[in-house]
Every structure is written in structure tokens, then in C-alpha cells.
Nanobody, 114 residues
Framework: QVQLVESGGGLVQAGGSLRLSCAAS????????MGWYRQAPGKQRELVAV??????NYADSVKGRFTISRDNAKNMVNLQMNSLKPEDTAVYYC?????????WGQGTQVTVSS
């Protein structure tokens, strides 16, 4: 079992940057996949980026602008978000998946103004 806590959300102007962090309560070494998802009001939750021990995948809408990274030594997963757009506005959630594991953080709000 693991607990996840996101941080780094906030209000930023279009074109700006934010860095989100996800801190895990225990080692994430051995967890199959760590990911970031987001959910905008009235929309379905969608995958933003996911990282495993040897693969990374991004949603087409963020490819080239967002970067996910995993620091096993610090039990953290980060999401660097550059060139932010108003359509990036959403609650962003950290997720951990593995055998018998599917854990979510509480979410952090990202608001991008025009």
C-alpha cells in the first residue's frame, strides 16, 4: 500500500510553467507504473503521462510541452508543464499502479488564465 500527495498546482498565465510533484509514503521502486491524470469540470478523467521503469507515454495534447520524471531515491514523481494553455486547466491527480495496487492522490488544481 502507498499514499500519494500532490503539490505544485496553482494559477498561471498562458505560456507559463508549473512543476507538479507527487510524494509517495513509501518506496516506489517496484511499482509498475506512476502516472499523472487530469480532470476538467464536466469532463472525463484523462491520462496525461505515465512512466514505468523503461517506458514513458504522453497524451497527444501535452506531448512536447510536459515532461514526466521518476525519482525512486526520493519516492517522487514529477510533472514539468511548460507552455501552458487554458485548456490545461484541470485537477491533476497522481496515480500508482501495480499488481493489486491502484492508488490515487487527492489532486492539485491547475488553472491557466488567458
Amino acid at each position: 500500500q502507498v499514499q500519494l500527495v500532490e503539490s505544485g498546482g496553482g494559477l498561471v498565465q498562458a505560456g507559463g510553467s508549473l512543476r507538479l510533484s507527487c510524494a509517495a509514503s513509501r518506496s516506489i521502486f517496484g511499482i509498475k507504473a506512476m502516472g499523472w491524470y487530469r480532470q476538467a469540470p464536466g469532463k472525463q478523467r484523462e491520462l496525461v503521462a505515465v512512466i514505468t521503469s523503461n517506458t514513458i507515454n504522453y497524451a497527444d495534447s501535452v506531448k512536447g510541452r510536459f515532461t514526466i520524471s521518476r525519482d525512486n531515491a526520493k519516492n517522487m514523481v514529477n510533472l514539468q508543464m511548460n507552455s501552458l494553455k487554458p485548456e490545461d486547466t484541470a485537477v491533476y491527480y497522481c496515480n500508482a499502479k501495480g499488481y493489486g495496487l491502484d492508488t490515487w492522490g487527492q489532486g492539485t488544481q491547475v488553472t491557466v488564465s488567458s
